[in-house]
């Protein structure tokens, strides 16, 4: 029994290896402007972001590109792989043909390849930033990691249950857009929890997003402010996404229609 | 070979749910020639892919005990911003075989010459049709499920087609999908006629033939 499992398991690494090298070629592909795109948005943003907000709030205790570098890339982590995996079966539906293909592997790849992007950028603009001396080096690397760790997976999570249910439901394909909109405005990347009144603070703390993002400013320049975030929280939400996120999939599998 | 015991497939419409195939039986020994003979929407492609393991059956047990193709019809599964070898490539990681072996071979009987480095979106559907047989003959199985692979491409390649299935791969098991029954009658020992979600069983060629004719 061991025996076959490891074998199933051998057979299922090899699958979302090719998947996840035949993902990498056509998303970003032989004309590399994908792959730049990567980089390059996360980097706009942050740009325009520290420009608006050298005018609008000269004089902030915190530094202003700290504060939008550990915001937008980080919500892109959950945000890129949601959005990447509802639309994962339909483009991929064919390759179901070969028995070991599952629909799990097919998610797998994609999530998987977005989240190493993400995150990838998130390091580069890091980097970029500090090698020209417009961000001071992180305080505590662990806490960042730990945050983006966290992040992830509740991207992950998060992205099997929207693209599970993005595969039966139209409807949710079309609602995840302004919800992932409330998402990401709720997420911390225009403000930190301490700025807002107790009762706001309150409230928004019911959201798993701003757990995350919060520990990654407390890694970076956390000694400037007081942080709030609650891991437990967040591994709760996450540990509870995965679970449903792979009901719905188990679902999701064995209603699809093989073109 | 292949043991399928009292399997049943139903698909939900709208109308509720309609049963394609109702406690189907059979068993494919290895070697065995198997033609499958239905009208169209009979069930056929359904009972190739569960055949395949494509799908799961509803009820009911497929075992296998040698390996088997995907079903070979289908000339899908190419993303069109891809090159032919790419596809190559992602089908013998899938399988887990060695890829650089295959190349010539696969070359060699696509005839896409150059076009196999170009994205797949520049072939032509004969091209594409080439490409697919290749990349199934690129791997080696015990038994192929064959679902109507001669409905496209010309004479030449039916004839190419024809000689690496039947003639180079004859020791092995083929299931073959038809409405034509020629095609059955010339490769197959073993019949089947699909009707009405049962499959009925003939050893004769012309006694299989007359059924699929009355229904």
């Known amino acids: 029994m061991i025996n076959s499992f490891l074998h199933s398991l051998s057979v299922q690494q090899r699958v979302i290896g090719a998947l996840l090298r035949r993902e990498i070629l056509t998303r970003y592909g032989r004309n590399n402007i994908g792959f730049l795109w990567l980089f390059v948005e996360p980097m706009i943003f942050t740009m325009v972001l520290t420009a608006i907000w050298s005018v609008r709030r ?3 205790e915190i530094p202003v590109v700290t504060f939008a570098i550990t915001g937008y890339p980080i919500a892109m982590i959950w945000r890129n792989s949601v959005s990447r995996s509802k639309s994962a079966i339909s483009p991929n539906n064919a390759l179901l043909y070969h028995r070991n293909v599952k629909v799990f592997d097919i998610f ?12 990838a950028s998130f390091f580069f603009l890091v980097m970029l930033f500090n090698f020209s001396g417009m961000i001071q080096p992180p305080e505590d690397l662990l806490k960042i990691l730990f945050g983006i760790l966290l992040t992830a997976w509740f991207g992950a999570a998060l992205a099997l249950v929207i693209g599970s249910l993005a595969e039966r439901f139209e409807v949710v394909n079309r609602l995840w857009s302004p919800f992932s ?15 807002l009144p107790p009762i706001a603070q309150k409230y928004i703390l019911w959201l798993p997003t701003i757990h995350g ?4 400013r407390d890694g970076y320049f956390g000694r400037l402010f007081n942080t709030h975030y609650n891991i437990a929280y967040l591994s709760f939400w996450n540990m509870f996404l995965s679970l449903l996120g792979l009901a719905l999939l188990r679902q999701a599998g064995r209603n699809v229609e093989i073109s | 070979m292949i043991f399928v015991d009292n399997v049943t497939k139903r698909y939900k419409t709208r109308a509720g749910n309609n049963t394609v195939l109702d406690n189907i039986s059979l068993q494919i020994n290895k070697g065995e020639k198997v033609g499958i003979l239905g009208r169209n929407g009979s069930g056929k492609s ?3 892919r569960l055949l395949g393991g ?15 193709s995907w079903p070979l019809a289908f000339s899908g599964a190419f993303q069109g911003s891809l090159t032919g070898l790419d596809n190559l490539r992602f089908i013998c990681r899938i399988y887990g075989t060695g890829i ?31 490409l697919a047989f290749a990349l199934s003959m690129a791997i080696e199985f015990d038994c192929y499920l064959i679902d109507e692979v001669m409905a496209v491409g010309d004479r030449r390649f039916h004839d190419r087609c024809r000689y690496e299935l039947h003639e180079k791969r004859k020791d092995r098991s083929m299931i073959l999908v038809s409405h034509n029954p020629k095609e059955i009658r010339k490769h197959c020992t073993v019949f089947y006629v699909l009707n009405q979600s049962r499959l009925r069983r003939f050893d004769d060629a012309d006694k299989a033939y007359n059924y699929y004719q009355t229904i």
């Open chain 2, 54 to 68: 494509v799908e799961k059956p509803d009820s009911g047990t497929i075992t296998r005990s040698m390996s088997v």
């Open chain 1, 213 to 216: 993002v919060e520990l990654v």
């Open chain 2, 100 to 130: 650089v072996d295959k190349i010539p071979r696969v070359k060699e009987f696509s005839e896409l010459g150059t076009y196999l480095h170009e994205p797949v979106k520049n072939y032509s559907s004969g091209m594409k049709a080439r």
């Open chain 1, 108 to 119: 797998a790849a994609r999530i998987l390849l977005e989240i190493t992007g993400s995150v």
């Open chain 1, 58 to 60: 000269a004089g902030l």
């Open chain 2, 46 to 48: 359904t009972l190739i």
């Open chain 1, 181 to 195: 909109f409330f998402l990401f405005v709720t997420s911390g990347v225009f403000f930190l929890v301490d700025w």
